[in-house]
């Protein structure tokens, strides 16, 4: 069984940077992807961003060239790093992890971006 606790949300003006951290109460070798959603006031759950066991990524459309992940499987943890931010980027993120059997989620931060 593997925890996900998300931090490093907050409030910043557009133009600013945040970093996401998803840390793993296990280990998040097993986890074969991680990924990042976002769900913005009265919107849908949105894939954000994409992270293989082996480092491959991919991004939306959306955050392509501001937003990037990264996973330290020593420490647990994943990460997302977002610069550039716009006021559109606010949502409540939430980290992400698949196995072969087994799909988790964290409880989400907030993130707001302020014009």
């Known amino acids: 069984q593997v925890q996900l606790v998300e931090s490093g949300g907050g409030l910043v003006q557009a133009g600013g940077s945040l970093r996401l951290s998803c840390a793993a109460s296990?280990?998040?070798?097993?986890?074969?992807?991680m990924a990042w959603y976002r769900q913005a006031p009265g919107k849908q759950r949105d894939w954000v961003t994409t992270?293989?066991?082996?480092?491959?990524?991919a991004y939306a459309d959306s955050v392509k060239g501001r937003f990037t992940i990264s996973r330290d499987n020593a420490k647990n943890t994943m990460y997302l790093q977002m610069n550039s931010l716009k006021p559109e980027d606010t949502a409540v993120y939430y980290c992400?992890?698949?196995?072969?059997?087994?799909?988790?989620w964290g409880q989400g931060t907030q993130v707001t971006v302020s014009s």
């Open positions: 992400n992890g698949r196995g072969s059997l087994n799909n988790y």
């Open positions: 992270i293989t066991k082996g480092g491959s990524t």
């Open positions: 296990g280990s998040i070798f097993s986890l074969d992807v």
